[in-house]
């Protein structure tokens, strides 16, 4: 048996409504379209906040790849970090990576954190890859927002510490260092490249 729907009665699921309501409803209401300016300056707004993401100087190009750094430069490298690491007696690993990604050198001191063997060749392979310090990396991350993104990438190691060694324009290898602060990790690092200047 069927139910029956007349004056009084409502559907299950529907709310009735009363005739005066049904008296002055007009139909469904238009918006009219987002102008196509809106939508540019949507668009420009959204490249704006990607474009903050990084810092100015992330965003000119690097330079190019270059062939491996040699065993000497490295040792000049490494022998300026470890001087910089030394005169402050502070823990570290030490790590040079050529421009393949490849180890050269590793220099770990006493009493250094174990962990920091990784951390020191991840900080060296990401600046190598990304063409930057991996300070810029840190610093979009801790803005939050979308520099969270770069979270997501698979073997980035984005922790202040580790630098591109470029010599005639060409980024020929990298230098990671971990052990002690941020800070004090890029001091180490820049100590090392401002050794090939």
């Known amino acids: 048996m ?23 409803y007009a ?9 196509l300016t809106t939508l540019k300056t949507l668009a420009a707004a959204g490249a704006i906040a990607l474009a903050g993401i ?18 000497e430069n ?8 470890e001087s910089e690491a030394s005169k402050n007696n502070w823990p570290v690993v030490i ?22 063997l990784d951390v020191a060749q991840g900080k060296a392979i990401t600046a ?6 991996t300070k810029v990396l840190d610093d979009a991350i801790s803005a939050g927002g979308a520099g969270v993104r770069f979270l997501a990438l698979k ?12 010599m005639d324009g060409k980024i020929v290898g990298a230098i990671g260092v971990s052990g002690v602060l941020s800070g004090q990790n890029a ?10 200047k």
């Open 187 to 196: 001091q180490i690092g820049r100590a090392g490249i401002d050794a090939l």
């Open 95 to 116: 790590a040079i990576v050529d421009s393949g990604g490849h180890i050269v050198m590793m220099h770990k001191r006493d009493n250094a954190q174990l962990s920091s």
């Open 2 to 24: 069927t139910a029956r729907h007349g004056p009084g009665r409502s559907r299950p699921g529907h709310v009735p409504v009363s005739l005066k309501a049904r008296a002055t």
């Open 54 to 71: 990084l810092p100015v100087h992330s965003q000119t190009m690097p330079p190019d790849y270059g062939p491996p750094i040699g065993l």
């Open 74 to 81: 490295a040792r000049k490298v490494m022998a300026a970090a």
């Open 27 to 35: 139909g469904p209401v238009e918006f009219p379209e987002a102008p």
């Open 155 to 166: 073997d980035i190691t984005p922790l202040e510490g580790g630098f591109p060694i470029v």
């Open 128 to 133: 190598l890859k990304y063409k930057r310090p």
